[in-house]
């Protein structure tokens, strides 16, 4: 919409500037209310549901504290479980009461597969030579070993030959139970990183570097799911006879497929698995400038039929267990548990250890081995009495003030939910925030004792009584950013004649001649038939001008601009051409003023989205010296000599830019100049091959503005 000015009336021919449009007080809310929005903060105690709901967590009980770098295998026994470490290369026995003791300390450095024989006997791969143990009364004993640096897998099939899945290069080994060993398949797999015997004598294995799930079956292979990531990690049998597939592309992955060469003095065989919390330190198994999901739950039915349940950007897939119609999933980097039970995720336990790396079953529910601070934790089926949860900082974009928080949900009988807020300018929370205000409890708190700041984080702590707790679907927090002065980056006029009209625009839907004048202006102004939203385009009409500039405000706000003009000689005769433009640009009928040189101005004014002019802010831009022009060429002098015509021309406003010549009605024909450059306001122009017998000698003069002028030089001789 623009409103007429007081001189000329016009149009402003522009799109949309893309501003975001806001109420008069630009109050906006930061609204969390999914499992996705959720899980961007942190939950300690706290269970972050299916279709995002804050509750208190499944109480875990840490079984034993491990004294180990690192954890990787661990294995349900008739006591307890067992435990596979890192850099000591032990496997450690739990019992049910927490105590440990050590079964073997291995030669190797890692122990990163286990399994429990038929006979209750534990088997042990350790790398990174690439053996197999069996852990009995009388000690450890030797079954395989390898070329291969890793062990990731074993599995006993129905007819009670023994599996196993290696790596550096990955192949798949076959033990019979007299302890031949037999290659099954070497695919050309970095690793072989997982296996599972099905009931019906077939094999499942997945391999990290080409990431395929293939099938053995009576002699022959054939693959099942081909991923686009990296690495099949883990196989869960379903109660329904379904094969969960967990499959990533991850930094945190055990396994590093970056090719590099060994070090000096190193063998080819002794490089180690690297585990850690920092994506930075390893590219694992994700691609570098990889941007998909780094894990992804399939589902493979008995049929052979594969589809994807369950995707994530953030988390990496380190361990499965199925229990009945639930999956539970062990995850990084952040030590998540999940369960996912009718289709549908949610996380149960975030440890403090930022890595899940093995499930198992027990009594009440999963084991989970973490590591990086290795222990094993117990699930149990009471919640936990308190817990908080810590929103991510909210960034508002601008330095703002915050104003109610609320959130919906219900707190029950002897429950409550008490929430703290603190502010900052820095997008990580350091010693620069504000400290957390004091707790306040009810669905709807008002922040007025809370500093200003562009970050926000809420806190919320949640206590529960009875095994009851309370319950948040939804979270909002208001704010209004500090008004910031919109800024014009450019501003200037286009070339004489060009006009902007939408892409779509059709010339005979328009009417371009003035018709009379009108009450808003000399000038009738023109509409566009195309919504303003629309991409434009340049077109032609003849006397016209057009203002164009770029603007934004910090703020998001929705602009519109005031235009004005005033001629160059006069700094202080500024006239209205336009107000509440609402595009960039602005095209006008420039024949509505006098010739001369003028000077235009715009303001930007973020008025729509602040409640009026009185808490608006503004920014002026002026442009550079503009000429308008509507006076065509004039003819000074001609001399006749012989087939040439000598011509002085000139232009009182711009300088020529066209001069074509036609003879007797022939086609129009460049003309020289008598310097070699048609660029002046005079010129000398030699008009050569003309007849003597011609009747009709035309010139065409251009300038450029645009301004045409027709002489017809065989009249008569022109003197000066």
Not at 121 to 131: F, I, V
Not at 330 to 345: C, I, K, M, N, V
């Amino acid at each position: 919409m623009t409103r007429g000015g007081r001189i000329l009336g016009a149009l402003a021919l522009a799109g949309w500037t893309g501003a975001v449009p806001g109420d008069a007080a630009q109050v906006k809310i930061f609204r969390s209310q999914s499992a996705e929005a959720f899980l961007k903060g942190e939950a300690a105690e706290v269970a972050i549901e299916s279709g995002g709901v804050l509750r208190l967590a499944p109480r875990a009980r840490r079984l034993a504290a491990i004294d180990a770098p690192f954890a990787f295998a661990l294995a349900r026994t008739e006591t307890g479980w067992a435990v596979g470490t890192g850099n000591d290369g032990q496997v450690l026995a739990v019992a049910e009461d927490g105590r440990i003791t050590t079964l073997y300390d291995a030669p190797e450095s890692e122990v990163f597969a286990l399994a429990v024989d038929r006979d209750g006997a534990l088997l042990a791969g350790t790398s990174p030579h690439g053996k197999v143990h069996r852990l009995e009364a009388g000690g450890a004993r030797e079954l395989f070993s390898s070329s291969e640096t890793y062990i990731w897998a074993l599995a006993r099939d129905r007819e009670g030959a023994l599996w196993v899945a290696t790596g550096g290069p990955g192949r798949l080994y076959r033990l019979s139970s007299s302890g031949t060993a037999e290659t099954i398949w070497e695919g050309g797999a970095d690793h072989v990183r997982c296996l599972l015997a099905l009931d019906n004598g077939d094999l499942l294995f997945g391999t990290a570097g080409d990431g395929r799930l293939l099938r053995w079956r009576a002699g022959e292979v054939r693959t099942l799911l081909d991923s686009e990531l990296n690495e099949i990690v883990a196989l869960a049998p379903s109660a329904d006879g379904a094969v969960w597939v967990a499959v990533l592309s991850s930094e945190a992955s055990f396994v590093d497929l970056t090719p590099r060469p060994p070090a000096s003095g190193e063998s080819a065989d002794g490089a180690q698995p690297v585990v850690t919390v920092e994506e930075s330190a390893t590219l694992g198994s994700r691609t570098l400038g990889s941007r998909g999901p780094r894990s992804e739950l399939w589902r493979l039915q008995a049929s052979g039929a594969t589809e994807k349940v369950w995707s994530s950007v953030d988390e990496t897939i380190f361990a499965m267990l199925a229990d009945g119609g639930r999956l539970w999933m062990g995850t990084g980097l952040e030590g998540r548990l999940y369960a996912l039970e009718d289709g549908r995720a949610r996380v149960e336990k975030e440890f403090e250890a930022k890595q899940v790396v093995a499930l198992a079953p027990a009594r009440e529910g999963p084991v989970a081995l973490t590591t990086n601070g290795a222990a094993l934790w117990a699930l149990t089926s009471s919640r936990e009495a308190r817990g908080t949860y810590t929103s991510a900082p909210l960034d508002a974009g601008q330095v703002s003030r915050f104003g109610t928080f609320r959130w919906t949900g219900e707190a029950p009988a002897g429950t409550s939910i008490r929430a703290s807020f603190r502010t900052g300018f820095s997008a990580e929370p350091d010693a620069t925030w504000s400290a957390w205000s004091a707790p306040r409890e009810g669905p709807e708190v008002a922040l007025t004792d809370v500093d200003r700041g562009r970050y926000a984080q809420y806190r919320l702590e949640l206590v529960g009584r009875d095994g009851e707790s309370p319950r948040i679907v939804s979270t909002e927090l208001s704010y209004r950013q500090e008004n910031l002065r919109p800024a014009i980056e450019t501003f200037a006029a286009m070339e004489p004649g060009q006009i902007l009209v939408p892409s779509g625009f059709n010339p005979a839907d328009q009417l371009f001649e003035p018709a009379s004048p009108n009450r808003e202006g000399i000038f009738e102004t023109l509409a566009p038939s195309t919504p303003r939203d629309e991409r434009l385009k340049p077109v032609f009409k003849k006397g016209w001008r057009t203002l164009q500039w770029s603007a934004s405000d910090p703020n998001g706000d929705e602009l519109w601009y005031r235009l004005e003009v005033r001629p160059e000689s006069d700094a202080a005769g500024w006239l209205e051409l336009a107000d509440e433009v609402e595009g960039t640009s602005f095209a006008f009928d420039a024949t509505a003023l006098p010739d001369g040189v003028y000077r235009f101005r715009v303001t930007a004014s973020d008025e729509p989205s602040n409640g009026g002019a009185a808490a608006a802010l503004t920014a002026v831009r002026e442009s550079e010296p503009v000429a308008l022009d509507q006076t065509p060429p004039e003819l000074r002098s001609v001399e006749r000599r012989g087939g040439e015509r000598r011509v002085e021309v000139r232009d009182l406003g711009s300088p020529l830019r066209a001069a074509e010549a036609s003879i007797d009605g022939g086609e129009w024909k460049e003309v020289r100049t008598e310097d070699g450059l048609l660029d002046g306001r005079e010129e000398t122009l030699i008009v050569s091959g003309v007849p003597d017998a011609a009747r009709l000698v035309l010139l065409r003069l251009t300038d450029t503005s645009f301004n045409v002028r027709t002489f017809d030089l065989g009249a008569s001789e022109v003197k000066r």
